[in-house]
Nanobody, 123 residues
Framework: VQLQASGGGLVQAGGSLRLSCVASGGTFSRNLMGWFRQAPEKEREFVAAISWSGDFTYYSNSVKGRFTISRDNAKNTMYLQMNNPKPEDTAVYYC?????????????????WGQGTLVTVSS
């Protein structure tokens, strides 16, 4: 059972990039799925979360209005569309899943983490 994040790379400020997170290997709790990021020498921070149905989403203030989280359960895939990225969005981005949608910004709500994908935004 694992999550695999991909899609990172170098993007210019004001451009766009889409991250993907594929779930594979069995059945596990995915009522809550989310993206976190960690910049060098900083704590891992919440970016966005989505419920199983996709009806509920939640964003950090720093990305609200620029990033969009979505999921396609038929493909076992979650996405993060990053529009108008800024240099301060540069970080390793991690996807994660948890059993319940609630308090979605807390790392402790997630019990399965993928490896990260590096996003670098140039100015």
């Amino acid at each position: 059972v694992q999550l695999q994040a991909s899609g990172g790379g170098l993007v210019q400020a004001g451009g766009s990039l889409r991250l993907s997170c594929v779930a594979s290997g069995g059945t596990f709790s995915r009522n809550l799925m989310g993206w976190f990021r960690q910049a060098p020498e900083k704590e891992r921070e919440f970016v966005a979360a989505i419920s199983w149905s996709g009806d509920f989403t939640y964003y950090s203030n720093s990305v609200k209005g620029r990033f969009t989280i979505s999921r396609d359960n038929a493909k076992n895939t979650m996405y993060l569309q990053m529009n108008n990225p800024k240099p301060e969005d540069t970080a390793v981005y991690y996807c994660a899943s948890g059993p319940e949608y609630g308090l979605a910004s807390l790392k402790s709500r997630y019990n399965l983490w993928g490896q990260g994908t590096l996003v670098t935004v140039s100015s």
